[in-house]
């Protein structure tokens, strides 16, 4: 594991890019799932602004660690926020881009999304394998879309799961455990002052932060876990971490 601490987000963005294009750089073509929230919000628009030319941005796939069971054009739509953050302003073709249809029923999206995985994914030992999936962190301590109340969401034997929001009680589709820890990368990326008991909780006390916090549980068996902080989310960890 990696933990990195950035002076701000403008940092944050720009060593995240660089690391993505080095993956990027020794394969062919990229599988990415990506996140909602604010962090990655910036993190599009810092892509859109400074890497639209120099990114073959045809080698990448993209997906969805989670999405709100929501219509594609409403505001709550994580696709919606890519689309308008990044595929809007860089050359992306529709056929890399698979969302998750929030629209849908979410039961049998969430398997219309395990076939879609299975089929665009390699496949390892029964769980598909993205090269990269891009996870951020709650206050609460959730990621993607599986939250404390549901920690046995985390440990389901299906690659996606709906699972509902504490206090909206919004529905949602999300990859479950065993998808994120079977990437080849995974990456956090966190900001802001309240997460920083929690990121240092995960980070420097882990076993115990693993019965309560599903991003604790974000152990890809590849170990390439990279936590990107920005310094008020990474303000209370130990120094000589
Ligand atoms: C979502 C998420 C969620 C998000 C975190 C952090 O769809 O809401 O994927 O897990 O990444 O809540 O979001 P912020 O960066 O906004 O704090």
Redesign the pocket.
């Known amino acids: 594991m990696k933990t990195k601490v950035f002076d701000n987000l403008n940092d944050l963005n720009k060593d995240f890019s660089l690391w993505l294009k080095k993956i990027l750089a020794e394969k062919e073509d990229l599988s990415i799932a990506l996140?909602?929230?604010?962090?990655?919000r910036s993190l599009f628009k810092y892509l859109a602004t400074n890497h639209a030319d120099d990114i073959d941005w045809s080698k990448i796939k993209f997906f969805w660690?989670?999405?709100?069971c929501v219509w594609p054009d409403n505001d709550d739509s994580?696709y919606k926020m890519a689309k308008e953050n990044l595929f809007d302003l860089v050359p992306v073709s529709n056929k890399n881009i698979f969302r998750i249809r929030g629209e849908n029923d979410p039961y049998k999206e969430a398997r219309s999304y395990e076939d879609l995985l299975q089929n665009e994914l390699e496949v390892i030992n029964g769980t598909p394998q993205f090269d990269v999936v891009m996870?951020?962190?709650?206050?609460d301590g959730?990621?993607?879309?599986i939250f404390p109340h549901e920690m046995n969401l985390w440990e389901s034997s299906n690659m996606c799961v709906v699972a509902t929001h504490p206090k909206t009680r919004q529905m949602?589709i999300s990859l479950s455990g065993k998808t994120i820890n079977a990437a080849k990368h995974v990456a956090f990326?966190?900001?802001?002052a309240p997460?920083a008991k929690k990121v240092k909780e995960i980070i420097e006390d882990n076993k115990n932060a693993q019965e309560k916090y599903p991003a604790a549980k974000v152990q890809p068996s590849s170990g390439s876990l990279t936590w990107f902080l920005d310094k008020y989310a990474g303000r209370e960890l130990s120094k000589e971490k």
């Open positions: 996140s909602g929230g604010n962090t990655p660690s989670d999405e709100r994580n996870l951020g962190m709650g206050e959730h990621t993607a879309s949602r990326l966190v900001t802001g997460k």
